[in-house]
T-cell receptor, first 112, second 112 residues
Framework: DTAVSQTPKYLVTQMGNDKSIKCEQN?????MYWYKQDSKKFLKIMFSYNNKELIINETVPNRFSPKSPDKAHLNLHINSLELGDSAVYFC???????????FGEGSRLTVL | DAKTTQPTSMDCAEGRAANLPCNHS???????VYWYRQIHSQGPQYIIH???NNETNEMASLIITEDRKSSTLILPHATLRDTAVYYC?????????????FGTGTQLKVEL
């Protein structure tokens, strides 16, 4: 069983479109994250949710809206996609009391 | 969070120990040292963490200097599969959001 799974793995779309990436974890963790890794390989935190509550919100454009329907799921919706949004997006989960994050395999988004 | 400094890249012969250094001279008393790695195109993987004492698990050993200003991750018998970018991160352990900030890391190349 995959601990942290993301769908889709690859996503190619046109500028201006709206797209979503889904993440699910079966580890029973209470905290989930979205990280973005750009072409220069910098890995930056975007959001974190604990028990469906937003607890970390970095300086991310309003076009990015995370949603956590329950503590096992954290989805990322992106409106009006731009070229600069092209990146690999990683979902991660952990128990809030630890710093041991479990990452998914990533979702590679390409905006044309 | 304390900043970390790591060499950009290192080489290691297969079967030999890989010693990856990290400087964190501004670390605070309650900040933990975490190590993660990212194998090409995969999600980051937790390796080990520590506060003051040296730590060992099935993957690696972590040696933290007495003044806590630097640490070394040791892979005792490196294999080709250990080729990856290794990230040293210091983070306050808190019940609030764990915001692990990834730097540029060390690209470890294990060769025959």
């Amino acid at each position: 069983d995959t601990a942290v799974s993301q769908t889709p793995k690859y996503l190619v779309t046109q500028m201006g479109n709206d797209k979503s990436i889904k993440c699910e974890q079966n580890l029973g963790h209470d905290t989930m994250y979205w990280y973005k890794q750009d072409s220069k390989k910098f890995l930056k935190i975007m959001f974190s949710y604990n028990n469906k509550e937003l607890i970390i919100n970095e300086t991310v454009p309003n076009r990015f809206s995370p949603k956590s329907p329950d503590k096992a799921h954290l989805n990322l919706h992106i409106n009006s996609l731009e070229l600069g949004d092209s990146a690999v997006y990683f979902c991660a989960s952990t128990q809030r009391t630890t710093g041991e994050l479990f990452f998914g395999e990533g979702s590679r988004l390409t905006v044309l | 969070d304390a900043k970390t400094t790591q060499p950009t890249s290192m080489d290691c012969a297969e079967g030999r120990a890989a010693n990856l250094p990290c400087n964190h001279s501004t670390i605070s008393g309650n900040e933990y040292v975490y190590w993660y790695r990212q194998i090409h195109s995969q999600g980051p993987q937790y390796i080990i963490h520590g506060l003051k004492n040296n730590e060992t698990n099935e993957m690696a050993s972590l040696i933290i200097t007495e003044d806590r200003k630097s640490s070394t991750l040791i892979l005792p018998h490196a294999t080709l599969r250990d080729t990856a970018v290794y990230y040293c991160i210091v983070r306050v352990f808190t019940g609030g959001g764990n915001k692990l900030t990834f730097g540029t890391g060390t690209q470890l190349k294990v060769e025959l």
